[in-house]
């Protein structure tokens, strides 16, 4: 091989294992990284406008390609910028890959204010990544590198790190670099899905909660034939929607706050790649306490970690569903058909949702719009609150939340790199007009690069559910007023398109509009005061 710098290795190692977009901001730190990937063509690179952006691009084309994202950052705020978007892949179990610097080699640790140093900054990124490694020498690259994408692709999905100072980035070495191996997701041991076939065979009514996990794992096809084989009802949490069409009559749609008494009807819980707290946060650990919980999950820290008369499963969701079905088909024939009985309680349970959305629907607008395969991208707002229980979902994969980690101002730029992942597809993103500031400048970026996602922003001049809940539980609003930019004007002051509507109606018809337009497109909603979704 030919002496290549360390930043040359760096990039042709994440060429080697299928990379195919960076999200970066360049500085100092990373000069040779960039400047490496003048020779490494099959590798886009898109800069952002603030480094939170390029985490959250990197996640959202995780999620939507179901490749690795990969995020390249300065040390020192740089990293600790884009730390909140880590957190969020972090938290929803998504793999991506983010590449920071580091201060010169012979000043890391003596804290002598180099540019952008923290003392040790591993320390810091280590609670939301799931493998991180300092890479001093440009020889160990491409084994880091090796490593960093073994850890991405087996076990638990979540983010990795890898920091290189400089000095690494600029030096040269004689390397041979590491091919990309193939990993295989394993199903949970025999014996465990031999137990939970024979618990789920003997119950009388079993209740399936499907989550992230199942996205995650593309396991919708594999949960599908499960379910109709046991004509076991399915809710999903907010993260696993779309995990079964929400047209199929199996599938009751989200866990609701007051599901207490649903679930309190089925003896048996086979709960698939979630720890079920999504919509299920109020009394928890005492809701499923009579019940038999079989757990299904690739991580085994998760088993029982909410309910204790859990059942544990550890294993690729896919895999592990595929050979439970094979294991109850032993054990029992299929149920007969539940479809008819199944129509009656989705019916019911829509009649007695409790949740009224104000003007009639922008959640209903936004799916009227959205062909089945478009996807939706929801920031923690009132109107994104209401879609959790009010927005169908007929596709896995095409409904993305931050899960728990609920970072306010995250889906726009998310929404970014889902669209840059599937450039064909309709994306929209919910933002309000509070989040949406958080992330506004990458306007510029949308435009920049051609990426033509469709941004709606609900605009009431406040951080709306703050604002109520002060107004209804404390001595009033306070410091939960906004004073707004002109929407339209900015979108167009960026060279993007800028519409304003006022109705369900209208906004239906502009998302629609928009999708057909080669331009991203930000969508305002001017809108009142509105109940809670909870």
Known sequence: MPKMTGGQILMKSLALEGVKVIFGLPGVQTYHAVDALHF?????????????????????????????????????????????????????????????????????????????????QMVAIRQVTKWARRVLDPAEIPDAVHEAFYQLRTGRPRPVEI??????????????????????????????????????????????????????????????????????????????????SDRHYLCLGSIRGDDSQLLGQHDVILAVGTRMTSGLSRGTPQLLKDQRVVQIDIDPSEIGRNFKNTVGVVGDAKRTLEQLHKALAAMTPAKASRKADMELTKAERVKTHRVVEPQHGFSAAIRAALPDDGILVTDMTQVSYYCRAGYPVYEPGTYITSSYFGNLGYAFPLALGVKVAKPETPVVSVSGDGGFQYASQELSTAVQYGINLVAVVFNDNAYGNVMRDQETDYHGKLGSELRNPDFVKLARAYGARGVRVKSPERLESAIKEAIGIDAPTLIEVPVGPMPSPW
């Open 163 to 244: 920091e290189i100072p400089p000095d690494t980035l600029a030096e040269e070495a004689d390397v041979q670099l590491r091919e990309p191996a193939d990993y295989f997701r394993p199903a949970a041991p025999e014996n465990e899905v031999r137990e939970a076939a024979r618990i789920l065979a003997g119950a009388r009514n079993p209740l399936i909660i499907a989550g992230g996990g199942v996205i995650t794992s593309r396991a919708s096809e594999a949960l599908q034939k499960l379910a109709e084989y046991l004509q076991a009802p399915l809710l999903t949490t907010a993260e696993g929607k779309g995990a079964l």
């Open 40 to 120: 490494v063509p099959e590798i886009r690179f898109i800069t952002t406008r603030h480094e939170q952006a390029t985490a959250y691009m990197a996640d959202g084309y995780s999620r939507a390609s179901g490749e690795i994202g990969t995020a390249l950052v300065v040390p020192g705020p740089g990293l600790l910028n884009a730390s909140a978007a880590i957190g969020t892949a972090y938290a929803s179990s998504s793999p991506i890959m983010v590449v920071s610097g580091q201060v010169p080699r012979d000043h890391i640790g003596a804290n002598r204010g180099m540019l952008h140093e923290v003392d040790d």
